[in-house]
């Protein structure tokens, strides 16, 4: 004698208690087989990427018995416009972070870059007035700091003459580069 009979209790297997022997669920599953088939790769190798697709599909798709889709049946129109209003601005918001923070990144790596650049490459060895050291005759000029400390050669076409500011007076000499010797066909 089983629980149920020493209850009084009679046994009917229900879709709530059995769902393999209901015909509803029998009919979702074979609708949503039929969208996937439809839509997954040759191979069948993406349909948890598109179940996703599937279901929305299903569920908004326009169903004779019910005279509506799935999806309204769980709203009304303005709970579904305020939901939908509410989807909307997260997505705005979402977006507008993206842009803040892509903005940010930018800045960041541009300062990054620059001064790495900067550092080497474009920056000026010099920016206030140097000695002429040595001049040698195919146009390189030595230059030397004002402190002395520091002598580096560059090619004439770099060097402008410095004349000062208003109140000083300097003698500037000008040097004639000598031609270098011509190379001879013998």
């Known amino acids: 004698m089983g629980i149920l009979e020493k209850y009084g209790v009679k046994h009917k297997v229900a879709t709530p ?36 697709d599937a279901l929305w599909a299903y569920r908004t798709a326009y169903k004779t018995p019910i005279s509506t889709s799935p999806y309204w049946l769980n709203l009304d129109w303005a709970e579904a416009a305020n939901l939908r209003l509410t989807q909307l601005n997260e997505i705005e918001e979402f977006r507008f972070h993206a842009y803040e923070s892509a903005v940010v990144y930018k800045e960041r790596m541009k300062f990054v870059h620059d001064i790495k650049i900067l550092k080497s490459k474009l920056k000026s060895k010099w ?14 000029v030595e230059l030397e700091s004002e402190d002395g400390l520091r002598t580096f050669k560059v090619n004439v076409q770099r060097v402008k003459h410095y004349l000062g500011t208003d109140g000083e007076k300097h003698l500037v000499e000008q040097l004639a580069l000598k031609d270098g010797p011509c190379p001879t066909n013998e």
Not at 18 to 30: E, Y
Not at 127 to 140: E, L, M
């Open 17 to 52: 208690y059995h769902p393999q022997s209901s015909v509803q669920v029998d009919v979702f599953n074979r609708e949503i087989k039929n969208i996937l088939a439809k839509t997954v790769n040759a191979n069948r190798t993406d349909w948890s990427k598109k179940l996703d």
């Open 127 to 140: 920016s206030s007035p140097f000695k002429v050291v040595d001049v040698s005759p195919f146009g390189a």
